[in-house]
């Protein structure tokens, strides 16, 4: 199995932009979560879906964050408008529910917002 | 509150020195799970060992070893003979079964181990 994939790697944005981060869960599992990173609040869960559904999205910080996840294979993590605060490395993470067994983070995205 | 406790932030010893990183967790749950993750410099976070609340047995894996004491809330983990390459951040987290799989991570300690 690939892992959790997270596209991109790396980016960077003007202040106001939109930002659209992606992420495919291992697949199989049915928990997914959004982790952000940094060095002032270390990892912060943002959100996390069971069998696609929000659970529970109260860390997300505000409105500028949304996230969707569509299909058992797919979700976003969307910053608009974008702030320069917002600058992050930003994990997504999988598990199998059933079983609460570990999650399986990806190489996360480090996001530099300019 | 916090559910895990790291209160270790910084750490540094000598290589081939044991180490003991400290991890408390607090809950109300009867079924939960523990684990450790390790965040090398380049990154990414690799999970290190899984333990139920049901399971208090202390385990070894190479030069790893945990520590579970459910009497004290604690889930400590010990390198033994560390090495360079275990320099990275180590990360205790929670979960419990009522909140439906959501992680609870501390706040990392961060390991140096001089040559």
Known sequence: ?114 | AQKVTQAQTEISVVEKEDVTLDCVYETRDTTYYLFWYKQPPSGELVFLIRRNSFDEQNEISGRYSWNFQKSTSSFNFTITASQVVDSAVYFCALSEVNTGNQFYFGTGTSLTVIP
């Open chain 1, 1 to 114: 199995d690939a892992g959790v994939i997270q596209s991109p790697r790396h980016e960077v944005t003007e202040m106001g932009q939109e930002v659209t981060l992606r992420c495919k869960p291992i697949s199989g599992h049915n928990s997914l979560f959004w982790y952000r990173q940094t060095m002032m609040r270390g990892l912060e869960l943002l959100i996390y879906f069971n069998n696609n559904v929000p659970i529970d999205d109260s860390g997300m910080p505000e409105d500028r964050f949304s996230a969707k996840m569509p299909n058992a294979s797919f979700s976003t993590l969307k910053i608009q408008p974008s702030e320069p605060r917002d600058s992050a490395v930003y994990f997504c993470a999988s598990s199998l529910l059933a079983d609460y067994t570990e999650a399986f983070f990806g190489q996360g995205t480090r996001l530099t917002v300019v």
